[in-house]
């Protein structure tokens, strides 16, 4: 039997006290890669964004800096405003406990079956 059966690449991290840092880090390489690719679609230089979000070079080069998790929100709204996407902040249910699904009401049914009466 494996003696590490159940244990997972989180409660390791939890157990180092290093959970919410690699967590912050992830978070902050997705974003960062998301920024630059849209920035290249844009076709912006970060000379460009700086002055959208009416700040230095430098402070595009921290954002933009996978391995530095130290962003704030509203720098955040600035940088999503500056690209034109859309940001979202907000708490979910713990990943443990997955989506719930209930019923679906009565008026989502109602479009849901109009959709597949209209495919048919």
């Known amino acids: 039997m494996n003696k590490h ?3 997972t690449l989180d409660s390791l991290f939890e157990e180092l006290g290093e959970l919410e840092e690699v967590n912050a880090r992830a978070a902050k390489k997705i974003l960062a890669i998301e920024a630059e690719r849209r920035m290249k679609k844009l076709g912006l230089s ?15 080069h921290r954002i933009l800096d996978e391995g530095d998790a130290g962003i704030t929100l509203k720098m ?3 940088l999503a405003s500056a690209l034109g996407m859309p940001l979202q ?9 997955g989506r719930r699904r209930g019923p679906i ?8 079956g109009k959709r597949a ?3 048919a």
């Open 46 to 60: 970060t000379t460009t964004l700086a002055q959208r979000m009416h700040t230095s070079r430098n402070q595009i």
């Open 76 to 78: 955040l709204f600035r």
């Open 89 to 97: 902040v907000g708490f979910g249910p713990p990943a443990s406990e």
């Open 105 to 112: 009401p009565k008026s989502r049914r109602a479009r849901l």
């Open 117 to 119: 009466e209209a495919r």
């Open 5 to 7: 059966d159940g244990s």
